[in-house]
């Protein structure tokens, strides 16, 4: 399958006049959430809501992190989404249930996002 990159704008949701855009974030459907670099999270204003939440990363190693809420956009698609403030030497990430709220999902063959189609109401 392999992996690829995709970039994004993260733009505060409560003052949408602030916003970053990040140029390499691996997608990853086997992350819950999207992480960005706290740096530029605090750029722009957005707030750790959620604090010392417990991960575990893919290698096994326990951290602690702060979460908190930013519009991610992806070409035309956006969402709000929770997102983790991630430190020096953390993977950036394109998580799961930002796909999801995107409504994108993975071509592997064509290592790309594309438009999941109708979501289902029921």
């Known amino acids: 399958m392999g992996t690829f990159h995709v970039g994004c704008t993260i ?3 409560v003052d949408r006049s602030k916003s970053i855009r990040l140029q390499k974030l691996l997608v990853d459907t086997g992350s819950e ?3 960005a670099p706290a740096s ?3 750029k722009i204003g957005v707030q750790r809501e959620k604090k010392d939440i417990h991960f575990v990363m893919a290698n096994g190693e ?5 979460m908190g809420f930013a519009i991610i956009r ?4 956006f969402t709000i989404d929770e997102v983790v403030f991630a430190q020096k030497g953390d993977l950036l990430l ?3 249930r930002t796909l999801e709220g995107l409504n994108l999902v993975v071509d592997s063959g064509k290592k790309k996002l594309v438009a999941a ?3 289902s109401a029921a």
């Open 11 to 13: 733009t505060n949701h």
């Open 33 to 35: 959430y999207t992480w």
């Open 40 to 42: 530029k999270l605090e």
């Open 62 to 66: 326990e951290v602690t992190r702060n």
């Open 74 to 77: 992806i070409d035309k698609y």
């Open 94 to 96: 394109l998580g799961a």
């Open 117 to 119: 189609g109708p979501v």
